[in-house]
Nanobody, 119 residues
Framework: QVQLVESGGGLVQAGGSLRLSCAAS????????MGWYRQAPGKQRDLVAT???????NYADSVKGRFTISRDNAKNTVFLQMNSLKPEDTAVYYC?????????????WGQGTQVTVSS
C-alpha cells in the first residue's frame, strides 16, 4: 500500500499564504514526479504544479509567480507554498504521484485538502 497524506489546507483571506504538504508512505515504491492539482466546484481538475526528483518544475499560468512547488526526496514529500492567494484559488487541492509499486505503474492521489480564500 502507498498513501499520499496531505495537510495544510484551510481558510485564509485574499492576499494571505498557505503551505500544503503531501507525504508518500509505504513500501516497495519509487517516485519520480510529484504534483498538485486542484478542482473548484463545478469545474475540472486542473494541474497546478509538478516537480521531478531532479528539481525541475512546471506551473500553471494562473499560479506562476505566486506558488512554489518543492520536495524533500528523502522523505518523499512535496510542498506547495501558496502566496498572494486570490478567491479564484479556492478549490480542493490534490497531491498526485505517478509511481512504481512492486514493479507496476500506478497513479496515486491524495484525499484532497480544501483551500478557501475569502474576499
Amino acid at each position: 500500500q502507498v498513501q499520499l497524506v496531505e495537510s495544510g489546507g484551510g481558510l485564509v483571506q485574499a492576499g494571505g499564504s498557505l503551505r500544503l504538504s503531501c507525504a508518500a508512505s509505504g513500501r516497495g515504491f519509487s517516485i519520480n514526479a510529484m504534483g498538485w492539482y486542484r478542482q473548484a466546484p463545478g469545474k475540472q481538475r486542473d494541474l497546478v504544479a509538478t516537480i521531478v526528483s531532479g528539481g525541475s518544475t512546471n506551473y500553471a499560468d494562473s499560479v506562476k509567480g505566486r506558488f512554489t512547488i518543492s520536495r524533500d526526496n528523502a522523505k518523499n514529500t512535496v510542498f506547495l507554498q501558496m502566496n498572494s492567494l486570490k478567491p479564484e484559488d479556492t478549490a480542493v487541492y490534490y497531491c498526485n504521484a505517478p509511481l512504481v509499486l512492486w514493479g507496476k505503474r500506478y497513479d496515486a492521489w491524495g484525499q484532497g485538502t480544501q483551500v478557501t480564500v475569502s474576499s
